[in-house]
């Protein structure tokens, strides 16, 4: 997953995420997709946190 049509198909779907730069000392995350345009895309981490993110992240299906 890496175009934003491709995040926008995985909308509501869990994904293990990769961000060029690091996000709070980290560049690795799980989470669900909850929104994609073609610029941005939003993945619901925990309870609580919710990450933003432009075009230059990579995001692979998570099977748990």
Same mark, same amino acid.
């Given at each position: @997953?890496? %175009?934003?049509?491709?995040? %926008?198909?995985? @909308? &509501?779907?869990? $994904?293990? #995420?990769?961000?060029? !730069?690091? /996000?709070?000392?980290?560049?690795?995350? %799980?989470?669900?997709? @909850? !929104?994609?345009?073609?610029? *941005?895309?939003? /993945?619901? $981490? &925990?309870?609580? @946190?919710? #990450?933003?993110? $432009?075009?230059?992240?990579?995001?692979?299906? *998570? =099977? =748990?």
């Amino acid at each position: @997953v890496r %175009r934003p049509e491709h995040f %926008r198909a995985a @909308v &509501g779907h869990d $994904v293990q #995420l990769r961000t060029a !730069a690091d /996000i709070a000392g980290k560049n690795r995350f %799980r989470g669900t997709v @909850v !929104a994609a345009t073609d610029q *941005s895309a939003r /993945i619901a $981490v &925990g309870d609580d @946190v919710m #990450l933003r993110f $432009v075009q230059g992240a990579r995001a692979r299906a *998570s =099977s =748990s």
